[in-house]
């Protein structure tokens, strides 16, 4: 980190009280320094980042980053705070903030910059001496590492001191050698953003090992790929650990060993348990067999705490839902950027323009309707990719990159026999399941080299392709036709249930899973759409907005039920709400879940109601209260959402509690 930080960029006297101000008050340093081309454009990209999950950890420490096109050059800003700033973390706010910048595209620096960083906080010293320096040209030193001897370069962070390990074994002798072999554990570390808690589970393992006297050996999966473990220390290990929220890399490697299987902030805030169950399963002899392995998934659900060692139902299911999240996160900026183009095209045009001409035969510079046209041709084409793109990458979630090309010709087949969202779901579970067959056929040694990039490809696409012209196609298109025959004869007290579900998904876990499949299944419908699934998306929207508009609602209306941080959160939660960002309400969730969590389930479920009652209709799959002017019984349907969040907020004395923050109940 030679060059990444200067005294210039160290603020010993932080004096924000809030994340955003902490935020602005580093970057101002990084724009003296000229590292920072625009501020408010720098601001708005950590914003962005922040909202997507919380970069607090534990130990007071707060990491904001994030890559963006105002960025000159990667940069780390260290500010101290004497009354802590809340950055989301489990154990309370964060005196130690480091506001971490590189150039979008970056993606190597930013890794670095991030993994080194992670790494160093895990070690208490650091932190402590972070806490005592005086002099920023010190701690800016400290943050270089130049007050250290330079460690080597660590793709794998090893624990337990080998060398000393082997001398000890040399010395013992006889068969007393074997006495003092450690137990050896390997271990694999990955996040969704493979950043920050990759490595800081990594380190964490690795710290808990020395304390115990164990080898440790971890392979982090990070979001610049990975460094395979050597396959003799996977042959030598004794144990595995998983602490994962995506899918592990290659997993056959760890087959025949006592595996457990977790999520990635299990690895960081328990990682001597992790150790202690993993040598417990070794001494009951529990091996995991080549299925049980292939089983194991990323089972983070939601606290990051999850375990896959419960029964093997549990396991498909956990490996089902990472499989079809996997193909949504990639299908979801398709859906955003072919939606919003669409959307603004009939707001241009008016909905016949979905029926003019192409404008490569005909478009006219000064005439509104060709700019319209151009626009809903466009969002068009990115939608005719929802379905490949979501059928490719569940099959890259099942096998990796050798089932890409099966996956998205499976797609692309469902859209040409009609089969629509469900076939593309069907055809990347297919094309995953067909590759991973493959991949188990035993081939000659010559052959390896060209079975990822031609020989699984060919034969997967070829078995994928007649399944779904041949065998599954038409009565999967079938089931596509009657979902939306039912969806079209929706009224009454049926859409009413209907909509109460979706909204209690939606509301559950705030972007998390459910949530993800309440959306994914509107947004399947738009690529063909119907009265009655345009219906589901205007109940969708409605309800996802419900949560971060209730709670900010709620600290407007009933301040001083609330702390001044949370009030702080509220005033975020005004623009996220209205924007249709639900995880806008994750910090008082987290804060308070048994209050917020059933609050804003009721919520949702009367708005998902009430937006089926009323028949509103929206053909944009994305934009919240920007897109009011698409939506049918646009009156009513803002009737719906504020409704909700009044009466969540009348009901709300009825939670306090003498001497905590108070959340509103709903009715």
Same mark, same amino acid.
């Given at each position: 980190?030679?060059?990444? *930080?200067?005294?210039?960029?160290?603020?010993?006297?932080?004096?924000?009280?809030?994340?955003?101000?902490?935020?602005?008050?580093?970057?101002?340093?990084?724009?003296?320094?000229?590292?920072?081309?625009?501020?408010?454009?720098?601001?708005?990209?950590?914003?962005?980042?922040?909202?997507?999950?919380?970069?607090?950890?534990?130990?007071?420490?707060?990491?904001?980053?994030?890559?963006?096109?105002?960025?000159?050059?990667?940069?780390?800003?260290?500010?101290?705070?004497?009354?802590?700033? !809340?950055?989301?973390?489990?154990?309370?706010?964060? #005196?130690?903030?480091?506001?971490?910048?590189?150039?979008?595209?970056?993606?190597?620096?930013?890794?670095?910059?991030?993994?080194?960083?992670? /790494?160093?906080?895990?070690?208490?010293?650091?932190?402590?001496?972070?806490?005592?320096?005086? #002099?920023?040209?010190?701690?800016?030193?400290?943050?270089?590492?130049?007050?250290?001897?330079?460690?080597?370069?660590?793709?794998?962070?090893?624990?337990?001191?080998?060398? @000393?390990?082997?001398?000890?074994?040399?010395?013992?002798?006889?068969?007393?050698?074997?006495?003092?072999?450690?137990?050896?554990?390997? =271990?694999?570390?990955?996040?969704?953003?493979?950043?920050?808690?990759?490595?800081?589970?990594?380190?964490?393992?690795?710290? =808990?090992?020395?304390?115990?006297?164990?080898?440790?050996?971890?392979?982090? @999966?990070?979001?610049?790929?990975?460094?395979?473990?050597?396959?003799?220390?996977?042959?030598?290990? !004794? =144990?595995?650990? %998983?602490?994962?929220?995506?899918?592990?890399?290659?997993?056959? /490697?760890?087959?025949?060993?006592?595996?457990?299987?977790?999520?990635?902030?299990?690895?960081?805030?328990?990682?001597?348990?992790?150790?202690?169950?993993?040598?417990?399963?070794?001494?009951?002899?529990?091996?995991? &067999?080549?299925?049980?392995?292939?089983?194991?998934?990323?089972?983070?659900?939601?606290?990051? !705490?999850?375990?896959?060692?419960?029964? #093997?139902?549990?396991?498909?299911?956990?490996?089902?839902?990472?499989?079809?999240?996997?193909?949504?996160?990639?299908?979801?900026?398709?859906?955003?950027?072919?939606?919003?183009?669409?959307?603004?095209?009939?707001? *241009?045009?008016?909905?016949?323009?979905?029926?003019?001409?192409?404008?490569?035969?005909?478009?006219?510079?000064?005439?509104?309707?060709? %700019?319209?046209?151009?626009?809903?041709?466009?969002?068009?084409?990115?939608?005719?990719?929802?379905?490949?793109?979501?059928?490719?990458?569940?099959?890259?979630?099942?096998?990796?990159?050798?089932?890409?090309?099966?996956?998205?010709?499976? $797609?692309?087949?469902?859209?040409?026999?009609?089969?629509?969202?469900?076939?593309?779901?069907?055809?990347?579970?297919?094309?995953?399941?067909?590759?991973?067959?493959?991949?188990?056929?035993?081939?000659?040694?010559?052959?390896?080299?060209?079975?990822?990039?031609?020989?699984?490809?060919?034969?997967?696409?070829?078995?994928?392709?007649?399944?779904?012209?041949?065998?599954?196609?038409?009565? *999967?298109?079938?089931? @596509?036709?009657?979902? +939306?025959? %039912?969806?079209?004869?929706?009224?009454?007290?049926?859409?009413?249930?209907?909509?109460?579900?979706? $909204?209690?998904?939606?509301?559950?876990?705030?972007?998390?899973?459910?949530?993800?499949?309440?959306?994914?299944?509107?947004?399947?419908?738009?690529?063909?759409?119907?009265?009655?699934?345009?219906?589901?998306?205007?109940?969708?929207?409605?309800?996802?907005?419900?949560?971060?508009?209730?709670?900010?609602?709620?600290? +407007?209306?009933?301040?001083?039920?609330?702390?001044?941080?949370?009030?702080?959160?509220?005033?975020?939660?005004?623009?996220?709400?209205?924007?249709?960002?639900?995880?806008?309400?994750?910090?008082?969730?987290?804060?308070?879940?048994?209050?917020?969590?059933?609050?804003?389930?009721?919520?949702?479920?009367? &708005?998902?109601?009430?937006?089926?009652?009323?028949?509103?209709?929206?053909?944009?799959?994305?934009?919240?209260?920007?897109?009011?002017?698409?939506?049918?019984?646009?009156?009513?349907?803002?009737?719906?959402?504020?409704?909700?969040?009044?009466?969540?907020? /009348?009901?709300?004395?009825? =939670?306090?509690?003498?001497?905590?923050?108070?959340?509103?109940?709903?009715?």
């Amino acid at each position: 980190m030679s060059e990444l *930080i200067t005294a210039e960029l160290v603020d010993l006297d932080l004096s924000a009280t809030t994340k955003d101000a902490a935020a602005r008050s580093l970057a101002e340093r990084m724009v003296a320094a000229h590292r920072v081309t625009d501020l408010d454009g720098f601001l708005a990209d950590v914003a962005a980042r922040e909202a997507q999950m919380p970069t607090g950890l534990d130990g007071g420490i707060g990491i904001p980053h994030c890559r963006s096109e105002h960025v000159s050059a990667p940069t780390l800003a260290f500010g101290r705070s004497g009354a802590g700033i !809340d950055f989301g973390a489990a154990d309370g706010p964060a #005196d130690l903030v480091f506001l971490i910048a590189a150039p979008a595209g970056a993606d190597d620096d930013h890794l670095t910059i991030l993994s080194g960083l992670a /790494r160093r906080l895990m070690d208490p010293e650091f932190t402590a001496a972070l806490r005592a320096g005086t #002099d920023p040209r010190a701690v800016a030193a400290l943050i270089r590492g130049e007050e250290a001897p330079e460690e080597p370069e660590r793709e794998q962070v090893e624990t337990g001191k080998q060398e @000393q390990a082997e001398a000890g074994t040399e010395a013992a002798g006889g068969t007393g050698a074997a006495e003092s072999v450690p137990f050896r554990i390997v =271990a694999v570390t990955s996040c969704p953003t493979g950043i920050a808690h990759t490595y800081m589970a990594a380190e964490s393992l690795a710290a =808990a090992g020395r304390a115990e006297g164990v080898e440790v050996t971890v392979e982090t @999966q990070g979001s610049a790929g990975f460094k395979k473990l050597d396959p003799a220390v996977v042959a030598a290990a !004794d =144990a595995v650990i %998983w602490a994962h929220d995506v899918e592990v890399r290659e997993k056959a /490697r760890f087959r025949g060993k006592p595996l457990v299987d977790v999520g990635v902030k299990a690895g960081i805030n328990r990682p001597a348990e992790l150790i202690a169950e993993a040598r417990r399963r070794a001494e009951r002899g529990e091996i995991a &067999t080549a299925s049980d392995s292939d089983k194991a998934s990323g089972s983070g659900n939601g606290d990051g !705490d999850g375990n896959g060692s419960g029964a #093997d139902h549990a396991h498909f299911g956990v490996r089902l839902r990472t499989y079809l999240m996997s193909g949504v996160s990639y299908m979801v900026p398709f859906v955003a950027a072919g939606g919003l183009l669409i959307a603004l095209s009939f707001a *241009i045009g008016g909905y016949e323009i979905a029926s003019a001409k192409s404008v490569a035969d005909h478009f006219v510079w000064g005439e509104a309707d060709s %700019w319209a046209a151009l626009l809903n041709q466009i969002g068009s084409a990115a939608f005719g990719f929802l379905v490949p793109v979501l059928a490719g990458y569940i099959a890259y979630g099942m096998a990796d990159r050798p089932a890409l090309v099966p996956g998205f010709v499976g $797609g692309a087949i469902a859209l040409t026999v009609n089969a629509g969202f469900l076939g593309g779901l069907v055809a990347g579970l297919l094309a995953g399941a067909v590759v991973m067959a493959v991949q188990r056929v035993p081939v000659h040694a010559t052959l390896r080299g060209i079975m990822p990039v031609l020989v699984i490809p060919l034969i997967a696409s070829a078995v994928v392709g007649f399944l779904m012209f041949i065998v599954v196609g038409k009565p *999967i298109a079938s089931l @596509q036709n009657a979902l +939306t025959d %039912w969806l079209n004869g929706l009224s009454g007290s049926n859409a009413v249930i209907l909509g109460v579900v979706l $909204g209690l998904m939606m509301c559950f876990d705030m972007g998390g899973p459910l949530n993800k499949v309440a959306y994914a299944f509107a947004v399947g419908g738009l690529a063909d759409p119907t009265p009655g699934s345009l219906k589901v998306m205007a109940a969708v929207m409605a309800a996802g907005m419900v949560p971060p508009l209730a709670m900010a609602l709620a600290t +407007t209306v009933r301040r001083r039920l609330f702390t001044k941080t949370e009030r702080e959160n509220g005033r975020a939660a005004w623009v996220l709400g209205a924007s249709f960002i639900t995880e806008g309400a994750i910090p008082f969730a987290a804060a308070d879940p048994l209050r917020v969590i059933p609050s804003v389930m009721a919520g949702g479920a009367v &708005t998902g109601a009430l937006s089926m009652a009323f028949g509103a209709t929206l053909r944009a799959p994305h934009g919240g209260v920007f897109v009011v002017p698409l939506i049918g019984e646009p009156f009513l349907y803002l009737i719906a959402s504020a409704k909700k969040a009044h009466r969540e907020c /009348r009901e709300g004395a009825s =939670a306090e509690k003498e001497g905590e923050p108070k959340i509103p109940v709903a009715a």
